[in-house]
């Protein structure tokens, strides 16, 4: 059976649900819907939605997890979040978190694996990926790239070169493909001026030079554009589709 436009386009970008990110499915080809659901180091309930407060696992930071250099450690903590992941019906793990701690002052330091060190992100990604999906669940590398402070987050600008990426930013993300990740998210911010989920140049080194095989979908909300996000190669926009919504895209393709 093949899919018609309308199905193609209802599935590259998010409705709304019960979970932090909702994917309606097509009933007619089999296609299960998909639950996406925080975060990178934990289940993040909902008091209305997926369970009161207090009913999910205070897993320990990715950072201390780091802090252990230990490899069976790693997967046995990603193990044990994709099981309760699992158990409370989500499909897709919003995590690990892989950026690098550039600025000591960053918002989200504590959910990002590799610390200063991105050898010891790329050692430890592998283990805490399989261990996710371990539990047949998807795990979701994030955010690429160069997403490495909160203030002004929408608009900042990293203006990092080629080369600095390749040797200190996408080592993590590499061993993560490695591992066979299955999802990606790019970030809120630009690079180099242009927004993460719309840049042609880093999702090109993404999926033709890292050899990415599964699906990027955008941080909630960071999908700028339709044609230009679409063409760069962002396949999802969450959590819902606005750019990508069926009017959207149906326009463009008219107009094209």
């Not at 296609?31 to 996406?36: A, T």
């Not at 250099?69 to 990603?78: A, H, Q, T």
């Not at 504590?110 to 371990?134: M, T, W």
């Not at 066979?180 to 993404?206: F, G, K, W």
Request: glycine share 10%.
């Amino acid at each position: 059976k093949k899919m018609t436009m309308d199905e193609k386009i209802s599935m590259i970008g998010g409705v709304e649900g019960t979970y932090t990110g909702n994917m309606n499915g097509i009933e007619r080809l089999e296609i299960p819907s998909l639950s996406y659901q925080d975060g990178p180091q934990g289940f993040r309930t909902n008091d209305i939605k997926t369970g009161p407060s207090g009913s999910t696992t205070a897993w320990p930071s990715v950072l201390s997890v780091a802090a252990a250099f230990d490899k069976d450690l790693s997967y046995r903590w990603g193990k044990s979040m994709g099981k309760e992941f699992k158990q409370k019906g989500a499909n897709v793990q919003l995590g690990p978190g892989i950026g690098i701690a550039r600025v000591p002052t960053a918002g989200r330091n504590f959910e990002y694996l590799c610390g200063e060190d991105p050898i010891l992100g790329a050692k430890l990604v592998g283990p805490i990926v399989n261990g996710i999906q371990s539990e047949k669940i998807m795990a979701n590398a994030k955010h690429f790239i160069n997403n490495e402070i909160e203030e002004e987050r929408q608009t900042v600008s990293a203006n990092v070169d080629e080369r600095t990426r390749f040797e200190l930013y996408y080592p993590p993300f590499q061993a993560a493909i490695d591992a066979n990740v299955l999802s990606v998210m790019c970030s809120y911010n630009r690079i180099n001026d242009v927004h993460a989920c719309q840049n042609p140049e880093t999702l090109n080194h993404l999926k033709d030079i890292m050899g990415f095989k599964g699906y990027v979908m955008s941080d909630w909300m960071a999908t700028h554009s339709t044609i230009e996000s679409l063409k760069a190669g962002l396949d999802q926009e969450m959590p819902i589709g606005l750019h990508y919504s069926n009017y959207m895209i149906t326009k463009e393709l008219n107009n094209d």
